[in-house]
């Protein structure tokens, strides 16, 4: 299965709320109450204006031009903007990938983009807030467990999350 992976515009919104509402409800699932999820999925499922416009935001296009995945890197830290930004450290953020491409190497070619592109510019460690369901995943991209711990989504939602950190982004293994 082909694909490619470009940088997204803010014209690519709709493509990239397809892909993130087309996986999380189906890989979330196992792993969070249904109703803490229909509380949570209609947050979590909207094109982020500001990374759509980043330049390290990517989409990953099937070649019939089908958004597949998604995901990028910035060096704000999620949901704090205004933190004071750690130039050696960049933030993984909002991935996701179709279920039906799931094992068909669209994650970890977006991971592979943004450890070049993070490495180009500067930065030499990586952090990703992670799903339940996606550690495992991150763990594959060399990330370790630091803690468990609850994202707040609005006065009246706590996301069970695992913050994870890789030392380096040297080369991906």
């Known amino acids: 299965m082909r694909f490619d992976i470009r940088a997204t515009t803010p014209e690519d919104a709709a493509a990239v ?3 993130l509402k087309e996986c999380y409800p189906v890989l979330l699932a196992p792993a969070y109450d249904a109703a803490l999820l229909a509380k949570a999925l209609p947050l979590m499922t909207r094109a982020n204006p500001a990374l759509l416009a980043s330049g390290t935001y990517y989409l990953a296009e099937a070649a019939d031009g089908a958004p597949v995945g998604c995901g990028g890197w910035t060096f704000e830290r999620p949901g704090a903007p205004d933190d004071p930004i750690d130039p050696a450290l960049a933030h993984i953020r909002h991935f996701a990938t179709d279920p039906a491409w799931t094992g068909h190497g669209v994650g970890r070619a977006l991971f592979d983009r943004c450890l070049a592109d993070a490495g180009a510019a500067g930065a030499c460690r990586f952090e990703a807030w992670s ?8 763990r ?3 990330f370790q467990t630091v803690e468990r711990f609850d994202v707040a989504m609005g006065p009246e939602i706590r996301f069970p999350s695992v913050r994870m950190v890789r030392r380096t982004v040297a080369a991906s293994g």
């Open 17 to 19: 709320a397809a892909v």
């Open 131 to 138: 799903t339940l369901v996606a550690e495992a995943f991150y």
């Open 140 to 142: 594959r991209m060399g």
